[in-house]
């Protein structure tokens, strides 16, 4: 038999080398905890008892691994019917955050809300907002969606689209 000569191993070293190297980054890249800022707005049903609602909402996120966290969000309740402002919200919290691959786990250590706020406290309870409620422990789905974007899932319909700094 013929062995192949010591170009063709020295090759072939190289590329499992490479490929194991790429894969490695790959994976360590997706193990690093994020600092995110997220800003956007969106729109999610309410279920209330009378009538259909809808909660227009602005969102800030600010995600630092190893601190304090938090997230702002000012909302108004629209009528699904006559389209017409009936009520506001105005909601801040903070929180400490953890990543477990692609789960960021969420402890709320305190929230707020402004003085002015005009809402049903049955509208806000049923949005399921529970980063407001303090002493929560929450977990949501996040995920790559380019070399800087992320998207987290809060598990009700609502997604926010996240860029690191």
Sequence with gaps: MVSPPASFWWSLLFIVVGLSG???GEFVREQVSRDLWCEGEGAH???AKTRALWLMARYRLDLKPGGLSGIGLSGRFIDGDTREEIGEIHRQSVFRMDQNNSRLHIDVVGSNKSDTEG???????SLGMFIFQPKSDLSFKIQSVGSTRYLIDDGSGFFMLCTRR
């Design 22 to 24: 790429v894969l490695l």
């Design 45 to 47: 049903e309410v279920l």
């Design 119 to 125: 809402s049903s406290p049955e509208w806000f309870n």
